[in-house]
Nanobody, 120 residues
Framework: QVQLVESGGGLVQPGGSLRLSCAAS????????MGWSRQAPGKQRELVASITSGGRTNYADSVKGRFTVSRDNAKNTVYLQMNSLKPEDTAVYYC??????????????WGQGTQVTVSS
């Protein structure tokens, strides 16, 4: 069984910063890519940022230059540093991890989501 637990969401004023964390636990053999997606009310879920096990990153155009994704492989944890936040960044943020288990199974797993609200 795999769990991804997110933390760090909350209410922040426009221009402010937040740091999200997501820790994966369970019988994990190896984690490949990890990432963050978000879903605003009435909109489809969209990829925000991803990072490979080797540290290669990818960002949505809307967050480039403002968000930074990183990971600590020893802790099976991925982070999302969000700066210069805008009201349009308001959404539920979900982390995901592509991983394999000691059992030989694996796949793409998702966290439960954390709310980020940017408002004055």
């Amino acid at each position: 069984q795999v769990q991804l637990v997110e933390s760090g969401g909350g209410l922040v004023q426009p221009g402010g910063s937040l740091r999200l964390s997501c820790a994966a636990s369970g019988s994990i053999f190896r984690i490949y890519a990890m990432g963050w997606s978000r879903q605003a009310p009435g909109k489809q879920r969209e990829l925000v940022a991803s990072i490979t096990s080797g540290g290669r990153t990818n960002y949505a155009d809307s967050v480039k230059g403002r968000f930074t994704v990183s990971r600590d492989n020893a802790k099976n944890t991925v982070y999302l540093q969000m700066n210069s936040l805008k009201p349009e960044d308001t959404a539920v943020y979900y982390c995901n991890a592509e991983l394999s288990l000691y059992s030989g199974y694996g796949g793409n797993y998702w966290g439960q989501g954390t709310q980020v609200t940017v408002s004055s």
